[in-house]
């Protein structure tokens, strides 16, 4: 996803968010590396892909997939581009300090970061991507990850003067690679909060050398996240939303927990995290009927390439207990693209409005 933020299988644009459609063959080394994460790493991976299905609630009845207004797949970078003052010092978030003498060949290492790159209108000095980075601005720009590892080899061949990262991206030696190279590389804490939105902007900005155009962005993205939560309908009774990751190529289906990502979202459009509310923790768990029966969601939250990965909603209602919950029964799923749904970023507020179309169908009428 994306996300994405977080670290997923390939993006099927995304996202990681990272979070995916996101099969692909990896290299030898690859492999021997991802093996030697561990269960717990490869969770973090598979962190960007949800369902959400609703029911039960007075605001909609019937199926909620597609009665959403799907936005184009496009950043809005700010009116004016503003000219990076540079050089320019951040503190990275692995504890090192990155010094940045110029803006002309930006890396940003996943979707979200992109994001924020490409809507303060410095797009055009960004010269590669990740498969997470699937808005239409940046759809021409080499890739260079393969899934959601980053190759240290394809950044250095396009001689970046800046890398951003965050710490979902790696593998590790990449980073440390890249650095040795002599490239200024800043990592970023992860993005899993609308709280974390502004200070995200704020650092981006900052260290570009555009702290005046990262304020801009920041009071524009904050006014239309708080546009979009106001303008929400009032419910008496708060839909129980599960986040669902989806990887049907791969089988794998996971629940979303507490550092899923995904419950910042959910209680923005006035719902409460499923998983969660069933004493989940962590990020994620395998799917399982008991774990979903036990979180008994009005609704499931997913990735629309997830959703397509497992057939679309008549193959969701096949997986394990999906069918068996308020959810399943009435139908009632929320697809957002994957590139978007984690990317906490300046498109967060028309990810809120996306989600509440489709999870109050009736209210959007």
Known sequence: MSQEPRRAPPHPTHRRRQLPTKGTTLSSSTTRHRAARGPAILLLLLGLLFALTACGFSTSTGEA??????APD???PLPDAPAPQLPATAASADGRTTTVTSAERIIPLNGSLAEIVFSLGLGPKVVARDVSTTFEQATALPVITQAHDVSAEGVLSLHPTVVLADRSTGPAEAIAQIRAAGVPLLVLDDAKRLEDVGPRIDTVAAALGVPDAGRQLKERTEQRI???TAALPAVGQR???AFLYLRGSASVYLLGGPASGAGSLIEAVGGEDAGTAAGLSGDFTPLTSEALVKAAP???LVMSKGLDSVGGVDGLLKLPGVAQTPAGLD???VSVEDGQLLSYGPRTP???REIAEQLYPKAAR
């Open 226 to 228: 708080t546009e979009a």
């Open 298 to 300: 009005d609704a499931i």
């Open 350 to 352: 028309q990810v809120i």
């Open 331 to 333: 139908r009632r799923i």
């Open 74 to 76: 496009t950043v809005e």
């Open 65 to 70: 997939t597609g009665t959403g207004t799907q």
């Open 239 to 241: 839909p129980k939303v």
